[in-house]
């Protein structure tokens, strides 16, 4: 099944850039023959050089030129244009860009309004034209940051668009939530704003804080640097790093985190491109992780971060791998899912992983862990057999918890303090289409979340009463 | 006779590859202890039961491959046809690209009408291929998507295009613990909507198997593959040709009517255990010696307590004193009530012997005959390189537990609503979850008042 990746403003292309990058190296990395077979499919179409059109198909033929399923969408063309200069040139053609030239101004009324309502047919043509190419496209994916103009703002606008066009294709958004220290002074309203599109179109959101990928990078760092382990240390197998891929020689800063939600990706894809024992598709982890439509926000994390040289790997080193995907450390939130409430867990184990090692960590955890009165073995699992590149084997937890409470609730604050005052507000209210009533009905919505999510954390621990099952007339 | 076999989804595509696998390699084998002439039969029948000839000489599965997506499907004939030994009809199979979501909805109201020409054709093709039908097995989990959701709608397809045809689901029970959140809703839907379209459903539950793998096989690190193994081993014990006639020298020829009648007598009562012995390590084999009286005396107490493996069985469990009503609430807690039992013993001196303790009435419900109530099919050629073994496929209380857990956790989750939203979108809605329900709940009181 095929999946259609958006990238959408500076921080969404940046991503998507380390996304494509470390795509091809899982890829080459696996695909020996270089035929180009279904796992390939899914991320990257076959391109007949001689005749531009689509080449052999899955399993026919050999790769000819691989080129990216994508749409990278920016109002400012640097980032864009610096991808296509680059090494992953040849992967993307102009049939997959939107750029313009003066950005959105940090401005999410600029993104979603003007520049939506500019650039809308344009969209909706490419959109149509990339998913023509897509034999069964099951899955978009929409790369954004919440905080500034244009993926915020157009980024959103975007996610509804596709709900219009493609209303049975799955929306899952991976959102860069703004620390609480941004720069942009701005970008609590552009996340509430946001946030309120992505209550109400988005099937799954991955959020993502910078802090947390800030923290992993430093982590890895110390370790790297305190000399103790750092020699005998994977480059390639580094969360963190782009060994290998086409890019390396030129790493840029926010590389490093980049490739931390980079690998997100790659690993939630990992159970529908490669096989394994018990397949896990994009569509079961909506099915399995979102018991009430709006309460779609799942907390990631990712383990492990490194890998030894080394590569004996006894059961204990295994079972860390468990019990740190639970840890505060590797969470790509600010949230410690362990002291708040699960509504359901989601585990994708990759490389030479049993069911039974998977089955003694969940007993092992399961203890310390609390899970909501109705969903008490709320467990879904996966094994694929690929591990990822430098790896042995590695684990994507994904959460549905109330532990994100306290990242919309902060968000709520930092907006109120702005909004109070009706600082900036202008900057907004003069775009054609935007009024105060949009902020208002943002912050509502922000509002109910959180209050479904207080309701549901009022019954943690409290008594647990199971409904009369039905009475049947002997 | 010939039964034709449908793998659906991941599971069942997975188990139906060992099934297969597990019936050759044993009609290859030559420990079957018995004459040539004898072996030779067995082979003729096994292979007519369950393969046909394609001029290449390599035996051809009786079967029809159906999932959602791809992968599984794709693997499984690719490693059939590696083996050399047999392999799928390459154009015996039916697949998607998208998957079902393990969403039993999507399974059921959306893939099983697009696809019912398809997938009936197919199946058509290969029951007009056998000399004479016997019968379907269909092989699914009831956990996720494709196999729980489309494997019922395609028991209702056979169902209504085969009336006069036995119909058998072999349907895994998933984990307790998780393989699926929503694997209890999927279960409930599941094994109403089979209850009411096939004859029997035979289960087996993955906790029970993998203990078996962990205690009796020693097998470290169990993966899918070993608990399907196992599986296999147990299914061709039932399936591999069997004389089911007091008497008759020749093989059933009709295997699936012969479980249907002895074990299925009332359709309130459908469901079917499986319990295997000896169960053991292949490489342990030639060092273990096992006896007759032994296996049937653990066989026996596992059919009365319930036991899931001949470890750990709880011998303090005995049937009611002789007197006592059967609906009396002096019956032992624990004890396993049958509504009928068979058992299959194949290998040395099977004529020898004495099932006696298996006819022992008070294992039974009051509303048979235990002459009825029981049967035994004696098979002198060895099966799977086990010099002696006993199955004993039971109509009993062995489920009852299960189920009401299921059934239980699933109106838990129901009663707050969680995920009903992902069934409405696809056409199940509130009121056909209460069905299913009401079904279960029936069956759960029938097999309680036992």
């Known amino acids: ?474 | 006779m010939s039964i034709v076999t449908v793998q659906l989804g991941q599971c069942g595509n997975q188990i139906g590859h060992e099934v297969f696998h597990s019936l050759c390699s044993d009609i290859r084998g030559t420990h079957g202890l018995c004459s040539r002439k004898e072996n030779q039969s067995y082979q003729d029948a096994c292979k007519e039961r369950f393969f046909w000839e394609q001029e290449s000489g390599v035996p051809v599965a009786r079967a029809v491959l159906v999932d959602m997506e791809p992968k599984v499907i794709s693997q499984t004939l690719s490693i059939a046809a590696r083996s050399g030994c047999w392999k799928y009809n390459s154009q015996s199979h039916f697949c998607q690209k998208q998957g079902s979501g393990n969403n039993w909805a999507n399974g059921y109201s959306v893939h099983g009408p697009r696809h019912k020409e398809s997938i009936m054709n197919l199946v058509q093709k290969e029951a007009e291929r056998c000399d004479r039908l016997g019968g379907f097995v269909t092989i699914m989990s009831m956990a996720g998507g494709t196999g729980s959701g489309l494997g019922a709608f395609v028991t209702r397809c056979l169902r209504d295009a085969f009336p006069a045809s036995f119909i058998l689901n072999h349907v895994i029970w998933p984990y307790g613990t998780g393989e699926v959140i929503v694997q209890n809703y999927n279960s409930v839907l599941t094994l109403a909507h089979l209850y009411r379209s096939a004859d029997a459903l035979l289960v087996h539950e993955n906790d029970a198997i993998h203990k078996i793998c962990a205690q009796l096989m020693n097998i470290k690190h169990i993966s899918f593959r070993d608990v399907n193994q196992v599986i296999a081993h147990q299914l061709g014990s039932v399936f591999q040709p069997a004389h089911t006639t007091e008497g008759d020298p020749n093989y059933s020829r009709n295997p699936l009517g012969d479980l249907m009648e002895t074990l299925v007598p009332h359709p309130e009562f459908k469901m079917l255990g499986l319990r295997s012995i000896p169960q053991i390590a292949e490489n342990s084999l030639p060092y273990s010696t096992f006896s007759w009286p032994g296996l049937i005396k653990h066989l026996r107490q596992m059919l009365i307590a319930n036991a899931q493996m001949e470890e750990g069985i709880d011998w303090q469990v005995r049937p009611p004193p002789p007197g006592s009503s059967s609906h009396s609430t002096k019956k032992p807690l624990h004890f396993n009530t049958s509504v009928a039992n068979l058992v299959i013993l194949r290998g040395k001196d099977v004529h020898t012997v004495d099932l006696g303790s298996f006819q022992d009435p008070s294992l039974y419900t009051s509303w048979l005959n235990p002459q009825d109530a029981f049967n035994a099919w004696r098979t002198p050629r060895a099966f799977n390189k086990y010099e002696k073994s006993a199955s004993l496929v039971s109509n009993s209380q062995f489920l009852l537990k299960p189920l009401d857990s299921v059934v239980g956790k699933a109106w838990n989750m129901f009663a707050s609503k969680a995920y009903i939203h992902q069934y409405t979108k696809f056409g199940i809605e509130e009121e056909d979850f209460l069905d299913s329900f009401t079904t279960l709940e029936q069956v759960i009181s029938s097999y309680t008042t036992l």
């Open chain 1, 1 to 474: 099944a095929v999946s259609l990746p958006f990238a959408v403003g500076q921080c969404g292309n940046q991503v998507g850039c380390r996304f494509w990058d470390l795509a091809l190296r899982e890829h080459a990395a696996v695909n020996k023959k270089g035929i180009y077979d279904e796992a390939l499919s899914s991320f990257f179409r076959n391109i007949d050089t001689r005749s531009g059109g689509d080449g052999p198909g899955i399993y026919k033929g050999k790769i000819c030129s691989l080129k990216a399923r994508a749409l990278l969408i920016d109002m400012e063309e640097s980032v864009v244009n610096e991808i296509l200069q680059g090494p992953l040139r040849d992967v993307f053609d102009s049939k997959q860009l939107i750029t313009d030239v003066s950005g959105s101004g940090n401005n999410w009324a600029v993104g979603h309004k003007l520049y939506g309502y500019q650039y809308r047919e344009n969209i909706v043509e490419k959109l149509r034209k990339n998913a023509e190419h897509c034999d069964c496209l099951q899955c978009f994916f929409i790369i954004h940051s919440m905080g500034g103009g244009t993926g915020s703002g157009l980024g959103t606008f975007v996610l509804n668009l596709l709900e219009d066009e493609f209303p049975e294709v799955y929306r899952f958004v991976t959102s860069v939530y703004p620390s609480g220290e941004d720069d942009v002074i701005t970008s609590p309203y552009n996340s509430v704003l946001a946030m309120k599109e992505l209550n109400e179109h988005a099937d799954c959101v991955l959020p993502v804080e910078n802090e947390s990928l800030f923290e992993i990078v430093n982590k890895i760092n110390q370790m790297i640097n305190s000399g103790k382990l750092g020699s005998t240390v994977k480059q390639n197998s580094l969360v963190t790093s782009s060994a290998g891929s086409v890019k390396t020689l030129q790493e840029k800063p926010f590389d490093a985190m980049n490739n931390i939600v980079a690998n997100l990706l790659l690993n939630l894809t990992s159970s529908a491109r490669f096989e394994g024992s018990l397949n896990m598709d994009l569509n079961e982890i909506s099915m399995n992780l979102v018991p009430f439509p709006r309460l779609h926000y799942l907390v990631s994390s990712l383990t492990p971060l490194y890998t030894l040289a080394d590569v004996n790997v006894p059961s204990r080193r295994l079972d860390q791998m468990f019990s740190d995907a639970f840890s505060r450390d590797h969470q790509l939130i600010q949230a410690d899912p362990k002291h708040s409430l699960y509504l359901a867990c989601a585990l994708l184990v990759r490389g030479n992983v049993q069911v039974s090692d998977l089955r003694r960590n969940i007993e092992r955890l399961k203890p310390s862990l609390h899970f909501v009165s109705w969903n008490q073995e709320g467990w879904k699992t996966g094994l694929c057999s690929v591990p990822p590149v430098g790896h042995s084997h590695s684990l994507l937890a994904l959460a549905n918890n109330t532990c994100v409470k306290p990242t919309f609730i902060e968000l709520k604050e930092r907006f109120m303090k702005l909004y109070k005052k009706k600082a900036h507000l202008h900057h907004y209210l003069q775009i054609d289409g935007m009024e105060q009533s949009c902020f208002s009905e943002a912050v509502s919505s922000l509002s109910d979340l959180i209050e479904e999510y207080n309701e549901l954390d009022a019954t943690k621990g409290g008594p647990r009463t199971d409904p009369s099952r039905l009475k049947i007339a002997v």
